[in-house]
């Protein structure tokens, strides 16, 4: 317990395993030094509650069990333990709402903490730390979240809690209390032998007060309505009285307490080394936890593959198109360039859709992401393929509902091939563009940065595909090689039109070959379609590299 800023949650952080940066020193459970292993043993309750908003109250913790339960476990023992775990923290009744958060309905804040310690002791830890549980709360719920917890201690664990003022009824449910001033302990004992302890150093409330009142008084070294010994200070000084009253506290603490648990907390129980010497190993196999993971993704994310707003703006656009170049022809040479305008549009669109779809996944889900691999719930490889797989939905889906409308409106040609070749072209351009989005999004892991990245690299593209700018400088040409776009549409083109076909036959000169239009300067309509190839890899390695910068990313995190 301590003041805003003391050190609690940096200290928790310590203990807990979640902060290594700049630490000096050493951690030891029960006289063994903090390792990987002992991950499993520890549960870890952030302040803020990070649960996927979208998932109920028992989704999330099914998920949880199937996730961090060994596999040795059956299907309906993970169930059981996941039924006990809503019995004991009073979940029955919102066990199929929403966790929500945010513009998302859900259940209330006392209800979603418990949510989120039931996340945490499916895996029975030997010991959990929660930071700040009561933030947000209430005096009642603060009150029945701290008997939830109460009763959990009873049953054998080692339950460790940051708090800034509780409430005198919650004050009295803890057993030890550990006050921090300024980093530095001041206290550390029984809590209902405190104000006893700083009674017997001359420091007396004059009036009724709080016990955790009159400690964090202390704390901050603000003693208006609290009697001082004669001899903390000369009558004359008025100012860095705070700082007098905290250096002496932690004086005192250093000579009257510290030695003293160092050497009562020399003894360790001899049963909970055993229970945390614990080979580190994933829980469940890489294709369980895949199919386990995909599943969850898919239910979490589902509202927005299916959105209505998203279906609408596609169908919306695709018959605008439509009636715009409705029954278009490529019969003279204005004709064709209005349609090869439209194949560009079509390839922005798709582009700019997806980047922007994926972009933003990453971010968005960051906290979700560290707190999770903190907890060794599962590799990072399987959740970078379940995200990307999953979003492949839409970014199939929508395309297809798009090309189907757009495609017999606009008079593209009527073959089967053609129309079905068109339709892959396209879906490969969005899967590639998902692509590059899940790069910038793993690359800058900032909402507002990421958009901004997103928008600047696609501005190059779209200048640099071929249709604006078709003879681009010397210097300047290698850009055109790195945008997807270029590809993409060269790509279009080539499926939707023969270089041997004849057009602009009304003309003083006769028919022509389309090869032979100005339009296609640069493109060579029966070359081949290498671009196919070339998206492909481009798709590979923008996840590639996405997975690498994801990972570095992660590890360097903290929550």
Not at 49 to 73: H, N
Not at 190 to 195: G, I, M
Not at 378 to 401: E, G, K, N, Q
């Amino acid at each position: 317990m301590g003041p805003s800023g003391s050190g609690k949650t940096t200290l928790l952080k310590i203990l807990g395993g979640r902060l290594h940066e700049n630490v000096k020193g050493t951690v030891t459970y029960n006289d063994i030094p903090y390792n990987p292993a002992l991950k499993r043993r520890v549960g870890f309750v952030t302040q803020d509650d990070v649960l996927f908003p979208q998932l109920t109250v028992e989704e999330t913790l099914v998920f949880a069990a199937f996730l961090r339960l060994p596999s040795k476990m059956s299907r309906r023992q993970k169930y059981e333990r996941v039924e006990v775990i809503i019995k004991e923290l009073g979940l029955e009744r919102c066990r199929h709402t929403r966790i929500g958060g945010g513009l998302v309905k859900g259940v209330s804040g006392g209800e979603r903490k418990r949510a989120s310690i039931g996340h945490e002791i499916l895996v029975d830890p030997s010991l959990l730390l929660l930071d700040e549980p009561t933030s947000g709360l209430d005096s009642t719920s603060a009150n029945r979240l701290l008997q939830v917890l109460q009763e959990l201690a009873k049953m054998g664990k080692t339950i460790i809690t940051t708090i800034h003022q509780p409430s005198s009824r919650i004050f009295h449910m803890f057993e030890k209390i550990l006050l921090i001033a300024e980093g530095y302990p001041v206290y550390y004992g029984k809590a209902r032998d405190s104000t006893e302890y700083f009674s017997s150093l001359g420091f007396i409330p004059e009036i009724a007060m709080n016990p955790a009142e009159f400690l964090l008084d202390l704390a901050t070294g603000q003693v208006n309505d609290i009697s001082v010994p004669d001899d903390l200070y000369p009558p004359q000084l008025t100012t860095e009285r705070e700082k007098i009253v905290i250096r002496y506290l932690q004086h005192k603490y250093k000579v009257l307490l510290e030695s003293k648990e160092n050497h009562q907390g020399s003894k360790a129980p001899e049963h909970l080394q055993m229970a945390v010497t614990v080979k580190k190993d994933w829980t469940i196999s890489w294709w369980e936890q895949f199919r386990v993971l995909s599943k969850r993704t898919y239910r979490e994310r589902c509202r927005d593959y299916f959105d209505k707003l998203r279906l609408v703006q596609s169908i919306g656009v695709a018959l605008l198109l439509g009636l715009l170049w409705w029954k278009s022809s490529t019969a003279t040479e204005a004709q064709l360039r209005d349609q090869i305008g439209l194949m560009f549009y079509i390839c922005i669109f798709w582009t700019s859709s997806s980047i922007f779809g994926a972009v933003y996944v990453f971010p968005f889900e960051k906290m979700y992401l560290v707190k999770e691999r903190k907890a060794d719930m599962y590799r990072l490889s399987v959740y970078y393929i379940c995200s990307t797989l999953c979003d492949m939905v839409a970014h199939v889906l929508y395309p297809t509902f798009f090309m189907c409308i757009v495609y017999f409106m606009a008079g593209f040609k009527r073959t089967v091939q053609c129309f079905f070749l068109t339709l892959a072209a396209t879906v490969l351009i969005a899967i590639t563009s998902q692509g590059a989005g899940e790069l910038f999004g793993a690359a800058v892991m900032s909402i507002r940065r990421a958009g901004m990245v997103a928008s600047l690299i696609l501005m190059l593209f779209l200048l640099t595909g071929g249709y604006y700018v078709q003879h681009i400088p010397k210097f300047m040409r290698w850009l055109k090689y790195l945008s997807f776009m270029y590809y993409g549409f060269r790509l279009l083109l080539k499926v939707q039109y023969s270089g041997d076909d004849l057009y602009d036959c009304e003309s003083k000169g006769g028919c022509r070959t389309l090869q032979t239009s100005p339009s296609f300067d640069t493109v060579s309509l029966n070359g081949g379609l290498k671009e196919v190839w070339v998206l492909l890899a481009m798709a590979l390695v923008y996840r590639f590299l996405a997975y690498i910068c994801l990972r570095r990313k992660i590890n360097s995190c903290n929550l």
